[in-house]
């Protein structure tokens, strides 16, 4: 290969590196996300035994890390156990009260060990002699959960907002600064094979 075309060549890699530095950042920095829930957003049910959540990817177990929370129409809580983890899912075990809205406020810690907290809600609409649970004026398990106004602080102060603030400060400040430090980076070893693939083609050659 000759030096024209080496310096071509490594003109091109860098280039091709630049140009893949966004790609990387962005799969580097992304959380987990919830691919199903049962009930699901919006539904309505007649009988629930538990809450089912299902991530892209298997959430931290750390103690305290993973929490589920049913609110009723009635502001108690109707989780009957703490959350547990198998793999991608993470469940807890409910018996649920009188007919209504029920809220689910769930939070995780995400494989690349951010928090994630999001909220949903669903209809119980059971038959006719189906017993009620009583329910319970606190969470079973503590800690914060999700950023909604109608969370409770944990044992530690920290309420739900904290949380989810610091994923979303996460969020902005880790993506953007690691991308445009890559790129800057980048930018200049272009330029440097630029100028220096220039250099070489503006030499003379030498007679043979």
Known sequence: MTLT?????????????????????????????????????????????????QFNNAPLGLENSNLVRVIGPDGRYYETGCPTLAGPVVSAPVELGAPGEYEVQWRVVSSDGHPIAENSSFTYAPGGGVAEGAGSVTPLCGGAVAASPGVEPGPDGAGAGDAAEESRSDETRSPVSGLWIG?????????????AAFIILRRPRSEP
């Open 183 to 195: 790129v800057g980076v980048g930018g200049f070893a272009v330029i440097a094979v630029a100028a």
């Open 5 to 53: 075309r080496k310096a071509l060549a490594g003109t091109a890699g860098a280039l091709l590196a630049l140009a893949a530095l966004p790609l990387v950042s962005t799969a580097a920095n992304a959380h987990d996300q919830l691919v199903s829930a049962d009930p699901v957003d919006g539904a309505s049910v007649d009988a629930l035994e538990e809450i089912a959540l």
